[in-house]
């Protein structure tokens, strides 16, 4: 079983700047996207980015202040995040979704890996 782990998260003020990293083990199927969400308290989990090959995407309440980026090589992904907002505090989940075609079957793999997710908390 695939594992995913983020890193990078903590207290920072308003205004700052953080980096999350998130590290997906290797795989017999390969790492298609790798994304951000997170979840403040007493809300539900949003989507803050995805990166898809060269594609990027983010939610609008970050675009501009935050950039993903994705080393393919080494399945790892970074949010740089800043003017960090007091409304961005939540806990960062990375989800990477792993696809390939079983050898043996010649069935289609298609699944994502979820991380436990890093505090990040922003103080005025």
Known sequence: QERVVESGGGLVQAGGSLRLSCTADESPF???AMAWY???????????????GAFTNYTDSVKDRFIISRDHAKNTATLQMNS???????????????SGINGLTGTLHRYDVWGQGTQVTVSS
């Open 84 to 98: 960090l907002k007091l409304e961005d505090t939540a806990i960062y989940y990375c989800k990477a979704t792993y």
């Open 38 to 52: 997170r979840q403040a308290a007493g809300k539900s989990r949003e989507s803050v980015a995805f990166v898809y």
């Open 30 to 32: 390969r790492v298609v």
